[in-house]
């Protein structure tokens, strides 16, 4: 047996790398006379900025993997070019196109008919991609990338371009041509010279009252006397003075009407004179300021009518005109989220903003808002269509916890507009089998069974007395009240765990970017049922280690108030531009108790919490280019508990460890500080360690540095390095213990200390595959361990002790295998 598997190894590694080494370098394609533009380069003065020179080639080099001498892209179109016959899909294309056709004729149900041309176009699309585009190997790989002079020359004029809309007007670009054999590479020598800079700004406004405007937002100008002269600062500009404008009611106003007179000979050496122009419409001599007349709200603008005779109810609200067939919606809730009103100027953002904080109320498909100038008024039209009163959900799939699969069924049951005010309640119901590590052993995991109901109503306002003035400023905050109730249970070999949860919170955001949440009360009531040997083995690791894993599993009533907010300013994840995001959570544990103590926890005996949480959560993505992201992450938390017992709910530990932290640590097994776990009793088979138990530690730092690129296809690869460690307030020193006589034991400590946590950083690193199927990213990644802060001072460093398969002897680190849904961070 271990014969086949070590044959198995040895084929498997040399056809892995005969594929790679079969496409080494793409001049093996080229045709006779071809050469390979193998590398191309920028070269500009030390200090010159680079940034995004790369992506103005016209044409690209082949990706290499790994930037090796690979063109493994070229291999893999090459071979499907080999094997693809257009004529084969052309007729398929033909054949499908004539069944469908024949089954939607034959059709007479309208429904059937709509659904068979939906399909019918889907399979065009896949065959027309096919056709156009070549089989799956040549969509997924690359031409090689045949070296053309003409492309080379466009690419210098696109570099002198960039450089001339930079300021550098006078700048040339040199191209350097090296040869060998059939590859071509080619520099590109940037020669900016001195850039020009503003020295005068003034502006000519033919409208007096739009100078007035200008002149009194005259610091918002992103023109500033000594910048750089910069293309893009000037468009951005002008798009600045289309805003102020259309937000104060020039309606008709439109980019156009602002241009620029550029001076580069006035008064000495590589300045400017810059002036900005605003023009008057053609034949006008002031651009026209509107104001609305009236707002008409049409509520039901996809409803048909009950009869024929039935027309829309007009009522007048505030001052806006309602026109609907049933009256639905609370009018008082809809004005406040309306922000312009009748005699107001026009105002653009307050347009969109309406139109965005109406689609937050979760009551409509679409709502839609135009203005009718006619008839010499100006006329704010509103309309929006119902989404269904009811509706529900199933949903049944597949869920990975701590790297085990299981699968799960979800239902969900929704009611909008429950009392009239345009709430939303909504009853979740979740089963199913998890695959979850064993918290106290470090091979096996269980068949865990999860079942869960909440039910929970949530109201588009804030529900505590505000005056009307108060909730109409609220409105554009998105404000939502949420009660949640809900109960859990979960059933494992060891123990069945029950938790009955309410919580009341409050919700809003600023400008999209920004969203806040307070939880006024989160209450838990937690009852657990443990086997009598589990619970013995609880009580001893308790008195042998200090572990208080045993806390999680005695009857207890946790209460906290949360506060939350999330940072998100340019849509973190987005793969065209850089982006950052940033979580930070404060939990204060048991100030409920301070105002009310629940009569159930004298009657059942509960254990209290007091104790106070921050957790803060930092993460960037750097985009490299369009085939790469540079992705860093920080997270760190400390819990503190002031209660008699001194200890924290369990569940609000912090753990490190894990797919979705340091990778070379399995789930919640890393820590606590230096501190050893016990040793393994069979390290030939197991490692050097016992990773049974759970390591829950009051202070976490963690964080990640992971280079992403894509492969080929949906198929991404990663490399990363991961660091932390979870530590204690607590001095407990630790002894890692042994079941070897043969084997030496050390102590470690708990305690985070300031002049020495840095020495107890674990460090991980490893390579990993991202499979991007759009509507779900499949990740798997592999773990090592470089510094092992569980081992004695100078032999920390374990790198050099990795081994992939069992038996992997004594000393040796076995690599961690994560499997994850969604990116790390």
Not at 435 to 451: C, H, L, Q
């Amino acid at each position: 047996m271990l014969l086949l598997k070590g044959k198995f190894r040895y084929f498997l590694t040399a056809g892995l790398l005969s594929i790679l080494f079969s496409g080494c370098l793409g001049t093996r394609y080229l045709a006779p006379g071809e050469k390979l533009l193998y590398k191309q380069k920028t070269i500009t003065p030390k200090g010159f900025k680079k940034e995004g020179l790369n992506d103005l080639y016209i044409q690209k080099t082949n990706r290499r993997l790994l930037g090796l001498p690979i063109n493994s892209l070229v291999w893999m179109y090459a071979t499907g070019k080999n094997r693809y016959n257009p004529d084969k899909f052309v007729a398929k294309k033909e054949k499908v196109e004539t069944r469908y056709n024949r089954r939607i004729a034959k059709s007479k149900n309208e429904k059937k008919r709509s659904s068979l041309q939906y399909r019918k176009q889907r399979k065009m699309d896949v065959l027309n991609g096919k056709i156009e585009n070549g089989n799956m190997f040549m969509q997924w790989g690359e031409k090689a990338a045949v070296y053309d002079s003409s492309t080379v020359a466009l690419s210098a004029e696109k570099l002198t371009d960039y450089l001339f809309t930079r300021g550098y007007f006078e700048a040339t670009v040199h191209i350097e041509k090296t040869e060998g054999g059939k590859k071509v590479s080619i520099n590109y020598h940037l020669d900016p010279k001195a850039p020009y800079f503003y020295d005068s700004i003034s502006h000519a406004i033919e409208d007096q009252k739009i100078e007035t405007l200008f002149e009194k937002n005259i610091n918002l100008s992103l023109i500033k006397k000594g910048a750089q002269f910069n293309q893009n600062t000037l468009n951005l500009e002008r798009e600045r003075i289309d805003n102020l404008l259309k937000d104060n009611g020039y309606f008709a106003f439109g980019r156009d009407y602002v241009e620029y007179d550029i001076d580069t000979t006035y008064d000495g050496y590589h300045k400017i004179a810059l002036r900005l122009n605003i023009y008057n419409p053609t034949g006008l001599s002031a651009h026209k300021q509107f104001r609305i007349d009236s707002i008409i709200f049409i509520t039901d603008a996809n409803t048909q009518a009950p009869s024929i005779n039935t027309k829309r109810k007009i009522v007048p609200y505030r001052d806006i005109t309602y026109q609907y067939y049933h009256n639905e919606y609370s009018k008082r809730i809809l004005s406040q989220r309306i922000f312009f009103h009748q005699d107001s100027l026009y105002s653009r953002t307050a347009t969109i903003n309406t139109q965005r904080q109406l689609a937050n109320l979760g009551m409509f498909k679409f709502v839609n808002i135009n203005y009718d100038t006619s008839g010499g008024k100006f006329i704010a039209n509103m309309y929006s269509s119902s989404l269904n009163k009811y509706s529900w959900s199933n949903e049944a799939g597949l869920t990975v916890t701590q790297g085990y699969p299981g699968p799960y069924y979800n239902m969900s049951f929704l009611k909008r507009n429950l009392f009239g005010g345009m709430e939303i309640f909504e009853l979740n119901g979740r089963a199913g089998f998890e695959g979850v590590a064993s918290a106290t052993d470090r091979e096996n995991f269980y068949k865990s069974i999860e079942a869960g109901i909440n039910a929970t109503i949530t109201f588009p306002q804030f529900l505590i007395p505000l005056s009307k003035a108060a909730q109409e400023r609220i409105g554009k905050l998105n404000p939502k009240t949420k009660l949640l109730g809900g109960f859990a249970r979960s059933k494992r070999p060891e123990y069945e765990r029950e938790t009955t949860t309410f919580s009341y919170t409050y919700s809003w955001e600023n400008k999209r970017v920004t969203q806040y949440s307070f939880t006024l009360a989160n209450l838990n009531i937690i009852q657990s049922k443990l086997d009598s040997s589990f619970r013995a083995l609880l009580n001893n690791l308790s008195a042998t280690q200090g572990n208080n894993i045993r806390l999680a599993f005695n009857p207890s009533f946790v209460s906290s108030m949360i506060f939350s907010m999330t940072w998100n300013p340019e849509n973190y994840g987005n793969t065209s531009s850089n982006s950052k995001f940033l979580r930070v959570q404060a939990e204060s544990g048991g100030t409920f108790l301070k105002i009310y103590t629940p009569k159930i926890i004298e009657k059942e005996n509960l254990q209290l919490f007091r104790f106070l949480r921050l957790n803060v959560d930092y993460r960037k993505n750097r985009i490299l280019n369009s085939n790469s992201v540079l992705a860093y992450r920080i997270n760190t938390g400390v819990g503190w508990s002031y209660s008699k017992e001194r200890v924290l709910p369990y569940e609000k530990y912090f753990f490190a460890g894990g797919s979705n932290s340091v990778r070379a640590w399995r789930p919640r097994r890393l820590g606590v500080g230096s501190a050893p776990p016990l040793l393994s009793g069979n390290p030939k088979q197991n490692g050097l360690f016992d990773y049974s138990f759970e390591k829950p530690g009051e202070i976490l730092l963690e964080g990640s540095v992971e280079l992403r690129k894509k492969l080929f296809g949906f198929v991404d690869g990663a490399v990363f390095v991961d660091w932390g460690n979870v530590w204690s307030f607590d001095e407990n020193q630790l002894t890692s213990g042994s079941s070897e006589p043969s084997q030496a034991s050390w102590t470690g400590s708990t305690k985070f200390q300031f002049d020495n946590f840095y020495k107890e950083l674990a460090v991980g690193t490893g390579f990993g595959l991202r499979f991007d199927f759009s509507f779900l990213v499949l990740r798997f990644d592999v773990g090592m361990k470089v510094i092992d802060p569980s081992r004695k001072e100078g032999e920390r460093f374990v790198l050099d002790e990795m081994k992939f398969f069992r038996p992997f002897g004594v000393g040796r680190e076995p690599v961690i295998y994560n499997i994850g849904i969604g990116y790390p961070f």
